[in-house]
């Protein structure tokens, strides 16, 4: 390390994805570094857990999106990690619901929606997502309950062109043991602090000062990965103030997506890997995920409004609302064949404060603001900072490598 003064060369804040991901690039270089953590776990959004079914489930990310370009997926396969690599089906669930004619109609709904969406990105102004609906469409509340999933919430809440700018692969694939579990395991020799929260930021003087709950260390540049939520509410309070930051952050709060898993004794419904609406004519329902892997278990996934609900009012209530929908759907004797194994509750997760972000109208530019370096010794990172994969886990990796690079350059006279 160069004789500065500091406790180190660079200090990253958070090991979730783009934490673990920029330390092992800094160790990886013989940066001497640290990743600071308010839990008592890696992973942060990434978290697998055990259930009493003995198959793990994960309460955060699950699918290694465009998992043919997403770095975790070497990654995997280099830990021993075994992949699901059957395709997700979130297309045929209206066939299901109600059968071939309607859901040639609800393909046609979708197709002139998004050639509505394509040609509205062109446009100078941005949009709110909901404004392109058809009015009084048939298929819109479900298009609403839909962004609720994918973006944590409702299509109002949605830019246009953020929505227009993120590209997928379309190839999605599964660790069996979990994204999280994947994500621990390439951390698991790391230099992290745990239970140590992130107060203040001071980068007035030569050497950067993180004050934390466990005392201050120094740095000679810092990585910030919290997610935006608490960067817009100024959780982390930096001196000098970083409006600009702060302000990007909050066009890009994250929303709300929790997930419950409940346990499915006895047989059928013996279809596995169907994912059903728990309604196609409410924006306020859940998706279901039918014996995912071939498990017993139903994985039921809420957003938007709906979300912030049920996770106030407790798992008893989600997994209430889940049993209502479910019985909805293949009749009430289902229902003592149900049974709580796990949930999430990530919009009140007081490190998490969401689940993952999506810009508001007019403000999809604020993804370059966030990942633009502060005196080139500040540097954001986490998955709201990329333009095109946002809001996923790859996209907090390859944040993080950019980071980690620009910091080591920044760094460089001063280490050689
Ligand atoms: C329900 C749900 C489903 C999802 N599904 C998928 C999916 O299928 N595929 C996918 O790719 N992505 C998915 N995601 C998104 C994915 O989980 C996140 O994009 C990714 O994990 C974010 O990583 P990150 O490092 O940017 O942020 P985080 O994981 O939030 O990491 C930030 C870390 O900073 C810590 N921290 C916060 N405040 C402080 C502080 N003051 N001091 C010190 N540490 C602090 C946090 O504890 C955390 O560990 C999902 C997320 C959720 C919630």
Not at 179 to 186: C, D, K, M, T, W
């Amino acid at each position: 390390m160069a004789d500065s003064g500091a406790d180190f060369d660079v200090v990253v804040v958070g090991a979730g994805a783009a934490g673990v991901a920029a330390c092992h690039r800094l160790v990886t270089h013989n940066v001497k570094t640290i990743a600071i953590e308010a839990r008592d776990r890696l992973g942060g959004r990434a978290h697998t857990v055990p259930t009493v079914l003995g198959k793990p489930v994960d309460l955060g990310c699950e699918w290694l999106h465009s998992a043919d370009i997403n770095p975790w997926t070497g990654i995997a396969e280099e830990l021993g990690f075994a992949l699901d690599k059957h395709l997700p089906d979130w297309t045929s669930r209206i066939a299901i619901h109600h059968g071939d004619a309607a859901n040639d109609d609800w393909n046609a709904a979708r197709d002139a929606l998004e050639e509505a969406y394509e040609r509205a990105a062109t446009l100078p102004e941005d949009m709110p997502a909901d404004q392109l609906l058809p009015p009084g469409g048939r298929w819109n509340n479900l298009f609403d309950a839909i962004s609720t999933w994918a973006n944590g919430a409702e299509l109002r809440y949605v830019s246009v062109k953020d929505r227009q700018r993120y590209d997928n692969t379309g190839v999605n694939w599964r660790a069996l043991a979990g994204y999280g579990a994947l994500i621990s395991a390439f951390s698991a020799k790391l230099p992290v602090r745990f239970n140590t929260v992130v107060e203040r930021i001071d980068h007035s003087g030569p050497a950067i000062r993180i004050v934390t709950n466990r005392g201050d260390i120094t740095a000679r540049a810092v990585i910030v990965t919290v997610s935006t939520n608490l960067l817009a509410e100024e959780a982390i309070r930096f001196a000098p103030a970083l409006p600009r930051i702060v302000s990007a952050a909050a066009g890009l709060p994250c929303g709300v997506a929790n997930k419950l898993f409940l346990g499915l004794a006895g047989a059928g419904p013996s279809e596995t890997y169907l994912h059903l609406n728990g309604r196609t004519d409410s924006a306020q329902t859940g998706n279901y995920q039918i014996r995912p892997h071939g498990w017993p278990m139903i994985s039921c996934y809420f957003g938007g409004h709906l979300s912030m609900r049920l996770e106030k009012e407790g798992p008893a209530a989600m997994a209430a609302f889940a049993i209502d929908e479910i019985a909805g759907i293949y009749g009430n004797e289902i229902r003592k064949r149900l049974n709580f194994l796990a949930s999430s509750a990530w919009g009140i997760d007081p490190y998490a404060r969401g689940s993952y972000s999506c810009a508001l109208p007019g403000h999809a530019d604020d993804r370059s603001i966030l990942m633009e370096p502060v005196n080139d010794r500040l540097f954001i990172a986490g998955e709201a900072c990329s333009i095109d994969q946002f809001g996923t886990a790859h996209a907090a990796y390859e944040s993080a490598i950019i980071a980690a690079d620009r910091a080591m350059a920044a760094l460089a006279p001063a280490r050689n």
